[in-house]
T-cell receptor, first 116, second 114 residues
Framework: GAVVSQHPSWVICKSGTSVKIECRSLDFQATTMFWYRQFPKQSLMLMATSNEGSKATYEQGVEKDKFLINHASLTLSTLTVTSAHPEDSSFYIC????????????FGSGTRLTVV | DQQVKQNSPSLSVQEGRISILNCDYTNSMFDYFLWYKKYPAEGPTFLISISSIKDKNEDGRFTVFLNKSAKHLSLHIVPSQPGDSAVYFCAASAQLGLNTPLVFGKGTRLSVIA
């Protein structure tokens, strides 16, 4: 089946530094990548949608200059949290979608970000 | 405005009994519904889905029912097992294209008691 590898699983960083999260589709081409964020006991909230080779589309209220998304190839998308602050601490999950519904919405294992 | 609602934050069921998790939606454009199981600090795991052209889909112990007129779906797990204890998310999408994301409910925490 379709697999999305997400790294790192968890990261602790200092305020003001940047953190990069990677998502790779291992056995299919991820035409579209969705990035979600989940706060404790809350739903998965969509942050942005990206297509390979195009600029990401951000949801209302998500700062595009703070959460940089790159989808340079059909197998790799990255989310960089720039100048991280404690309020950015959250669980970030990517979801890749390839062509055909059978590869719909394959999720990565998530990244727990803690900013201290 | 929540388009997908799971009004029960938690549910406790005895082992062997049926677990019924409910989900309501408001967007009539949704035509594909999915249930995911999630453990803390892990990504969601796909369980079962249903297209709006069906009213029932069954896969082993899991059955999803869809009532389009009521904009309601439910996930039945029978018999429930302790390993089923997790948070279950209902999600929906509209087949407008590959860029259409899933919209999630807030989840229901299921506890199956041995």
């Amino acid at each position: 089946g379709a697999v999305v590898s997400q790294h790192p699983s968890w990261v602790i960083c200092k305020s003001g530094t940047s953190v990069k999260i990677e998502c790779r589709s291992l056995d299919f081409q991820a035409t579209t990548m969705f990035w979600y964020r989940q706060f404790p006991k809350q739903s998965l909230m969509l942050m942005a949608t990206s297509n390979e080779g195009s600029k990401a589309t951000y949801e209302q209220g998500v700062e595009k200059d703070k959460f940089l998304i790159n989808h340079a190839s059909l197998t790799l998308s990255t989310l960089t949290v720039t100048s991280a602050h404690p309020e950015d601490s959250s669980f970030y999950i990517c979801s890749a979608r390839g062509t055909g519904r059978e590869y719909g919405y394959t999720f990565g294992s998530g990244t727990r970000l803690t900013v201290v | 405005d929540q388009q997908v609602k799971q009004n029960s934050p938690s549910l406790s069921v005895q082992e062997g009994r049926i677990s019924i998790l409910n989900c309501d939606y408001t967007n009539s454009m949704f035509d594909y519904f999915l249930w995911y199981k999630k453990y803390p600090a892990e990504g969601p795991t796909f369980l079962i889905s249903i297209s709006s052209i069906k009213d029932k889909n069954e896969d082993g112990r899991f059955t999803v029912f869809l009532n389009k007129s009521a904009k309601h779906l439910s996930l039945h797990i029978v018999p429930s097992q302790p390993g089923d204890s997790a948070v279950y998310f209902c999600a929906a999408s509209a087949q407008l294209g590959l860029n259409t994301p899933l919209v999630f409910g807030k989840g229901t925490r299921l506890s199956v008691i041995a």
